[in-house]
């Protein structure tokens, strides 16, 4: 079954619907998604927005803020665009009516979370932020966007000229071909690869596996941020307790109620996520349980309705006020290499929210600067293609003819497992290599033929592609920076200074930038 359309987005956060609003006046635009247009890590986000809006707050600030909490590992004027058009951006949607939370007097009801200096964090209903978000931006839809759920991207298609023109899809109505001018990675990240996270458990990276396949750019897979607080009952993780409780005047506490984090670092308790998440997988690791003392926060119910109820529905008792929490994955800084207008390696191929790398994040992500990504780079991108228009003619597909069967792989639980232990907060290069040694290589992973393997065995080889690139990358990054922490080389070096692993068609090499660049013309143009 032939679909053809202007606009292609694979993907259904707030990334994807951004850009699907401001795009549907202009072209055709169909969404493809893996679940439903509810299912995704942004419709989860309870923390905020980070944008500043208080006069005694300033962009540089917010930019500082930033930087630092990624340990300099960034694209400094990718950085300086996020900060500062997405406040402008924020601002424009404030104007039309996103309904965020406001003091008695009107003014937003600016929050603080880890790392940031300023109270900027702007939430809706609580801690519902990411879903007001979604349903504000689905408002916005009109019937003209064709909204496929339930529908697994597996293989790019690429013309004979190398363009991306469309994906192939698998589904309750078998496999769909879309061909497209313009198709847009909006899939999120690959938290759901480890056995304790807060992402859906659909999300295996396999927007990241799709372009890797394709020949795109790939980095930073060394830095998947662990949050520390994620409700821990029965053994298992049960959903993300936000970093909002800390900023309202939580506190890290063992069973003794005996602080975790006095004398760590000296912004204690709302210290950068790589900090507190080391800080809460020591304590653990000396068979001690962690919790949060929400003991000091006045109404906690009604500032926190989601967690409340996520706390009840495990019978915990928050009269007692503690939260059981302890560490798992949340979110990938590294992915698809693309510029501030989400432009990937591949010519009409783009990559967009945290499937994307765009330098904005470093070795670790500021609290709520995710939502501002997908709005920022969003509309950006949108702006992008609305001002290139459909161009393409040529929608020959290049036929790769692989041959190659596929590798002894896995089970899912069994690399989730694999990838908690050797991949987690604190890395050991003798486990690593055993663990790359059981992989399959990146070139065996390249070349297989995936004709005739239904979802499950799709995902689960999309999820060995993204387990491979973050254990290659981990081995060949010889420091500690941000969420990378080894334990045979504890702090950073300079030397890895502004260093970026990259992945490109099954090779790995190491660049001075994220980009390369060509300068024989009288500006400097990014090239791949």
Known sequence: MDVMTDVLIIGSGVAALQTARLLEGHFQVQIVTKCSIKMSSSYRAQGGIAAVTGQKD????????????????????????LIESGTEIMRNLLNGGFPIDRQVDGSPALGLEGAHSHHRILHAGGDRTGQVMIDYLLNQLTPNIVVNCYEMAYELLLNLDGDCVGVLTKGAEGTKRYLAHHV????????AIYSCTSNFATNTGDGIALAYRAGAAISDMEFMQFHPSLLWCGGQAKGLVSEAVRGAGGKFVDAQRHPIMDGIHVQLDLAPRHVTAHALFNTRAAGQETFIDIS???R????FPTIAQLCYDNQVNLQDGLIPVAPGSHFLMGGIVADDKGRTSIPNLYAIGEVACTGVHGANRLASNSLLEGITFGQRTAQYIIQTGCKQNNFLIDDKHLQQTMPSLFTKDQLRQMMMHTLGIVRNPIDMEQFVQQLPSMQTLLHVDLDGLNQQELE??????????MAHAAITRTETRGAHIRIDRPHN???WGNRWIIFQQG????RNSLYEYHQTRGNAKTIF
Do not use: C
């Not at 090779?507 to 190491?510: S, T, W």
């Open 58 to 81: 300033h962009p540089k600030f917010h930019i500082a803020d930033t930087l630092t909490a990624g340990e300099n590992h960034h694209e400094r004027r990718n950085v300086e665009v």
């Open 184 to 191: 847009i990675l909006a899939t999120g990240g690959a938290g």
């Open 296 to 298: 000091n926060i006045e």
């Open 300 to 303: 906690f119910e009604e500032k």
């Open 460 to 469: 689960l080889y999309m999820m060995h592609i993204v387990a491979t690139l």
């Open 493 to 495: 070096d300079h030397r």
């Open 507 to 510: 090779q790995m090499k190491v």
